[in-house]
Nanobody, 121 residues
């Protein structure tokens, strides 16, 4: 089992920044990568970014490319998502997940409880 706890969400003005954190515990070595997803009201959960534990390879959705940076601290089993130049359309519940590193939610085995990010315009 892997437990994931997100933090760092909140209310921010458009153009501002936030850093989300995801602390992993348990059998984290069973997962190849960590991903961030988000889900806005009435919409499907969508991929934001992912990072591999071993080599740090990253992947970003086009919607956040250039505005988001994912990073990891292997010693702390923690993954971060720095979001800059936030837009109203970034408003969503953000989830971290442990799994394949792909863009597909179904390929992730463990999920956090989510953290709300609200961007006011």
């Amino acid at each position: 089992q892997v437990q994931l706890v997100e933090s760092g969400g909140g209310l921010v003005q458009a153009g501002g920044s936030l850093r989300l954190s995801c602390a992993a515990s348990g059998r984290t070595f069973t997962s190849k990568a960590m991903g961030w997803f988000r889900q806005a009201p009435g919409k499907e959960r969508e991929f934001v970014s992912a990072i591999a534990w071993s080599n740090g390879n990253t992947n970003y959705a086009d919607s956040v490319k250039g505005r988001a940076t994912i990073s990891r601290d292997n010693a702390k089993n923690t993954v971060y998502l720095q979001m800059n130049s936030l837009k109203a359309e970034d408003t969503a519940v953000y989830y971290c997940a442990a799994g394949s590193g792909s863009i597909w939610p179904t390929t992730y085995d463990y999920w956090g409880q989510g953290t709300q990010v609200t961007v006011s315009s």
